[in-house]
């Protein structure tokens, strides 16, 4: 299994800056695809974005493409969700979520591991 936790969120001004962290524990984390998804308030928890195990292969959201920027850095075991030009409709909780499998998938349900989320709020 992999423990995975969430900091970094907050609250700032639309067309400001957030970096969110994910710190894995556990079993290596260079094995599992991972996943940013995020979740207002009466709506379905989304992908924001995923990354291959080594990687090289990313995916955006239309919602964020340009904006948001996915990384990883395998040997601290620490997944990165770089926010630019925060908009008012990004507020949600942000959650990161790892699949035990190299390729990451669009879909919730492939996601085998969730941390507990960090709240992102932007204002207008």
């Known amino acids: 299994q992999v423990q995975l936790v969430e900091s970094g969120g907050g609250l700032v001004q639309a067309g400001g800056s957030l970096r969110l962290s994910c710190a894995a524990s556990g079993r290596t984390f260079s094995r599992y695809a991972m996943g940013w998804f995020r979740q207002a308030p009466g709506k379905e928890r989304e992908l924001v974005a995923s990354?291959?195990?080594?990687?090289?292969?990313?995916y955006y959201a239309d919602s964020v493409k340009g904006r948001f920027t996915i990384s990883r850095d395998n040997a601290k075991g620490t997944l990165y969700l770089q926010m630019n030009s925060l908009k008012p409709e990004d507020t949600a909780a942000y959650y990161c979520?790892?699949?035990?499998?190299?390729?990451?998938?669009?879909?919730?349900?492939?996601?085998?591991?969730w941390g507990q989320g960090t709240q992102v709020t932007v204002s207008s």
């Open positions: 990354i291959s195990t080594g990687g090289l292969s990313t």
């Open positions: 979520a790892a699949r035990d499998l190299a390729r990451p998938s669009l879909e919730v349900k492939q996601y085998n591991y």
